[in-house]
Structure formats: structure tokens, C-alpha cells
């Protein structure tokens, strides 16, 4: 079974990519990405927490 990105097809994604965004834009976009994980993940964290004391005040 092939691979979804072999090398031919991750090339021209690559090139495509740099063609939509920019070669300047790429580190910010990739940045940004990187913060907004971070931020979702930290937001579930504190998400699960209280729903436990809540049950407890039941």
C-alpha cells in the first residue's frame, strides 16, 4: 500500500503551499499554529478539572 505523501506528492504539496502563503508567511502561520494547540490543550486541562468538583458539590 502506497503512502498518502510520497515524495513526488509532498513536493508539489509543498509547492503549493509556499505558493498560496508565501515563503515570508510561513513561520508566522506555522507559529500561530503552534500557540493555538498549545493554548487548546492548556483549555482542556483546565476544562476536566472543575467538572470533577462539580460532581463533588452534588
Not at 32 to 54: A, C, H, L, Y
Request: zero cysteines.
Amino acid at each position: 500500500m502506497r503512502a498518502l505523501f510520497d515524495s513526488p506528492a509532498a513536493i508539489i504539496l509543498l509547492l503549493l503551499v509556499i505558493v498560496l502563503f508565501g515563503a515570508k508567511r510561513l513561520p508566522d502561520a506555522a507559529k500561530s499554529v503552534g500557540k493555538s494547540i498549545k493554548v487548546f490543550k492548556s483549555e482542556m486541562d483546565t476544562d476536566q478539572t472543575p467538572e470533577s468538583k462539580d460532581s463533588d458539590k452534588s
